[in-house]
């Protein structure tokens, strides 16, 4: 009997848990699928039911097709094999990264940017991988990475407005909304994702950087901080940062991880680069791939050092 395809996710968890990581994720499935029904109901959102629809049903039926491809050239069984539970748990993971892409990205009445979105952000996983212990993962956020391609590949699709989020409430529910947020957040990086310390860092390193341009420029130190009122950068804080899959799990590495997004996105605000959130996100997990690459490399070649040191007194007959 083949064996089934690993799940190397599993070691970027606390105590390489998978129920740690199949409640994460079932978590995220969750909170934004009721995210957007009540986007489209209540808040506010702009795209049609039609967007999430195409999103999701895209990178789900990407994540089939590339798993599929990967188990049979590789002969093992994919992991949606064995019956109807496995295959609902493979499609999770893509159904986030979809769903996100239509909701982040606003192109109009046009489905295909919303499709080719969720694409991408589906295929990031299989093209951009680097070594880690038990195989190899993906480097990047996948829904960031769509979202960001998308933008900047097509000047015609524009960022979702953050009056979406919310356009049709008031009052106290002004407060209650991104609370609500920030606290279901703030449980699930605590039971699960073990990724608090990156969230704290990167919170602590935007306001860094926005009172270092404040001092540099001479603006009123509040000014840069204004991004931090919406319900759009806590669903980015704490949503699309910290994603396991994708971020260091010892707590020193992802302090340094969060600190070098928001320093990144202060050097992009500075020279008046759009989008600077998502990009900043995408270069710092692209240069977290190339650091795994040369650690690898340094660590494969140190027996060949060895070997290479010790021929010579082996020459002599002492060996």
């Known amino acids: 009997m083949k064996p089934v395809q690993a799940i190397t996710t599993l070691h970027l968890y606390p105590q390489g848990s998978p129920r740690r990581r199949l409640f994460a994720l079932w978590y995220f499935a969750t909170l934004i699928t009721v995210w957007w029904i009540a986007g489209l109901a209540v808040l506010g959102f702009e795209q049609s039911v039609a967007h999430f629809v195409v999103g999701a049903v895209t990178s789900m039926t990407l994540q089939i097709v ?10 093992v069984q994919p992991p949606f094999a064995g019956g109807i539970k496995n295959f609902i748990n493979v499609l999770v993971p893509a159904y986030i990264p979809g769903i996100a892409c239509a909701m982040l990205t606003y192109p109009n009445e046009r489905l295909w940017p919303t499709a080719f979105a969720a694409a991408v952000a589906i295929c990031s996983k299989a093209i951009f991988r680097a070594p880690l212990a038990g195989g190899s993962q993906h480097v990047f956020n996948p829904s960031n990475f769509g979202v960001t391609a998308t933008l900047l590949l097509f000047p015609s699709v524009g960022l979702a407005p953050p009056y979406q989020f919310t356009e049709k409430i008031t009052g106290v ?35 860094l950087q926005g009172v270092v341009r404040s001092l540099f420029f001479g603006a009123p130190w509040l000014v840069p901080m204004v991004p931090m009122t919406s319900a759009a950068f806590i669903l980015f804080t704490l949503y699309m940062i910290p994603d396991p899959a994708t971020t260091p799990l010892r707590p020193g590495s992802q302090v340094l991880f969060g600190l070098a997004v928001a ?31 040369l650690s690898k490399t340094l660590k494969t070649s140190q027996p060949s050092l060895q070997t290479v040191s010790a021929t010579p007194a082996m020459q002599t007959g002492k060996g």
């Open 66 to 75: 590339l798993l599929w491809i990967h188990s049979t050239t590789h002969g």
């Open 173 to 207: 529910w002004d407060w209650v909304l991104p609370g609500i947020v920030l606290t279901t957040g703030i449980i699930i990086h605590s039971v699960a994702t073990g990724r608090l310390p990156l969230v704290l860092a990167w919170l602590g390193g935007f306001v």
């Open 263 to 293: 320093a990144l996105y202060g050097v992009l605000q500075v020279s008046h680069v759009m989008f600077g959130l998502f990009i900043s996100l995408v270069v710092i997990c692209a240069l977290r791939g190339i650091w795994l690459y």
